[in-house]
Antibody, heavy 126, light 107 residues
């Protein structure tokens, strides 16, 4: 079955970087995009960025530009999310999720996140 | 960015109840609206895409409606496994944005 398995929890100090991995299995890795999202305590889910496994090109949300790097390794079907210059507000559960889409006809494509990885808790604390 | 607002933020209901959650977008998003169920310690699960299309494998007691700026998720005959937090999410443009969530608790 389609599965995304993420790396384990991390504790980092302010100013450090964190790198979270997301290993995909059960489907053709290059067939669909992978997103990164996060949820801080008490906050709504937040979209961070996306990578196209066909060419490795990422797109980032404006607020993460300059701090977020999403990469991939096709040989291991793994996507990586690295967030630098961490601050306490970056404490959150980080998720990877596959882009799923459906053509409804008349030029209408719907897309959603499915499945999601199990989540990785990143704690930023001095 | 498109702002998504859900109401209520939480509700208490009993098994067998009909539950309705609403989601409003800050601008028209046509039918580009998804609903997810999220349980503590687990990954969110897609329920509805395209405002009203039931994802394969999701029980038929879940339904979605709406278009433009106003959307509704309905759960008919609430079951014990449905107690969770529900999120709407727009897929009209980037960045994708979510509502703040609606926590459905046991009365």
């Amino acid at each position: 079955q389609v599965q995304l398995v993420q790396s384990g929890a991390e504790v980092k100090k302010p100013g450090a970087s964190v790198k979270v991995s997301c290993k995909a299995s059960g489907y053709t890795f290059t067939s669909t995009w992978i997103h990164w999202l996060r949820q801080a305590p008490g906050q709504r889910l937040e979209w961070m960025g996306i990578i196209n496994p066909n060419d490795g090109r990422p797109t980032y949300a404006q607020r993460f530009q300059g701090r977020l790097t999403v990469t991939m390794d096709t040989s291991t079907t793994t996507v990586y999310m690295e967030l630098s210059r961490l601050r306490s507000e970056d404490t959150a559960v980080y998720y990877c999720a596959r882009d799923q889409s459906h053509y409804q006809g008349s030029g209408t494509y719907y897309d959603w996140f499915d499945p999601w990885g199990q989540g990785t808790l990143v704690t930023v604390s001095s | 960015d498109i702002q998504m607002t859900q109401s209520p933020s939480s509700l208490s209901a009993s098994v067998g109840d009909r539950v309705t959650i609403t989601c409003r977008a800050s601008q028209s998003i046509s039918s580009y609206l998804n609903w997810y169920q999220h349980k503590p310690g687990k990954a969110p699960q897609i329920l509805i895409y395209g405002a009203s299309y039931l994802q394969s494998g999701v029980p038929s007691r879940f339904s979605g409606s709406g278009s433009g700026t106003d959307f509704t998720l309905t759960i008919n005959s609430l079951q014990p496994e449905d107690f969770a937090t529900y999120y709407c999410q727009q897929s009209y443009n980037t960045p994708r944005t979510f509502g703040q969530g609606t926590k459905v608790e046991i009365k």
